[in-house]
């Protein structure tokens, strides 16, 4: 099981680091071809890897320079070829607009093991809402 842990954490750090960098191709050499993805902005869901890779596309071109990110409270569960994991995300850096942002998500991921490698097929990154207004609540802390 710790081997199981400790490859998957690699993953989810060297996603980070293809994050970081805006390598769309090292990027999508994480997710499954059949990836399903509930990201923050609409639609519902990309499904597939060429869904992916345009919302990874648009996302990396409204990025004035590096994407910062910094996983945080990870949490993995796995058994045989299936994991399951939650964490925070802290993402951050300029804008393509000049503005300087930086926030924190919840995502969670589902990953397989296929011929030794896991890949993750099917992401969920979100914000909590404010009721009644209907704003996204992007200032919130991770639990010290």
């Not at 690699?10 to 993805?37: G, N, P, T």
């Not at 923050?40 to 320079?65: C, E, I, K, M, N």
Request: glycine share 8%.
């Amino acid at each position: 099981m710790t081997d199981t842990m400790t490859e998957i954490s690699a993953l989810l750090e060297h996603r980070s680091e293809a994050i970081r960098s805006k390598d769309l191709e090292r990027l999508m050499s994480f997710y499954s071809d059949d990836i399903v993805y509930f990201d923050l902005v609409p639609p519902l869901l990309y499904a597939g890897s060429d869904a992916l890779r345009g919302r990874f596309a648009d996302w990396f071109g409204r990025w004035a320079g590096p994407i910062g990110q910094e996983i945080s409270d990870l949490h993995i569960e796995a058994g045989g070829d299936v994991a399951a994991v939650h964490m925070l995300i802290r993402t951050s850096g300029t804008l393509a607009t000049g503005r300087e942002v930086g926030y924190w998500v919840r995502a969670s991921d589902t990953l397989r093991r296929a011929d030794g490698a896991w890949s993750i097929t099917h992401e969920h990154v979100s914000l909590p809402v404010e009721f009644p207004s209907g704003t996204a609540a992007m200032d919130l802390l991770p639990p010290a």
